[in-house]
């Protein structure tokens, strides 16, 4: 009679360290921050309310991405902290690009015209990368 035997070494993944992951953060921000501009620019004056529902699924998309890629174990807490960031540097591309361009730009945060949307897209910055947080701690 003879037993198989077999090692079960436990794969654990590779923590990144802080700078590499912020790094990720910012990347992974400019991957969304370009299709959400793109986005806006092709479909926002015909039709406001489906550009920010695929706004919104794009920076979802850009958040599942991020914590599968970068963050294997997300915290709830860091989820949230990589959300705040995100819309911390939309809203420093916007006064940017008002400052350099001389007219206003709300590509990435929507227009004032429209402040219900423009919530809804506040919200998902923050909100979207917590949609994937593994551990509540």
Not at 1 to 21: D, I
């Amino acid at each position: 009679m003879t037993t198989l035997t077999r090692s079960e070494a436990r794969v654990t993944p590779r923590k990144l360290n802080a700078a590499l992951r912020a790094v990720l953060v910012f990347v992974f921000w400019i991957i969304a921050a370009v299709l959400v501009a793109s986005i806006h620019q092709s479909t926002s004056a015909t039709m406001p309310v489906a550009c920010v529902v695929l706004e919104v699924l794009a920076i979802v998309a850009a958040a599942a991405t991020y914590i599968r890629f970068a963050t294997h174990e997300a915290t709830l807490d860091h989820a949230l902290l990589t959300g705040t960031a995100w819309l911390l540097f939309g809203i420093a591309t916007e006064i940017i690009m008002r400052m350099s361009s001389g007219h206003q730009w709300f590509a990435l945060l929507g227009s004032p015209d429209h402040g219900g949307l423009r919530c809804v897209l506040l919200i998902a910055w923050v909100v979207a990368p917590a949609l994937f947080a593994n551990r509540r701690d």
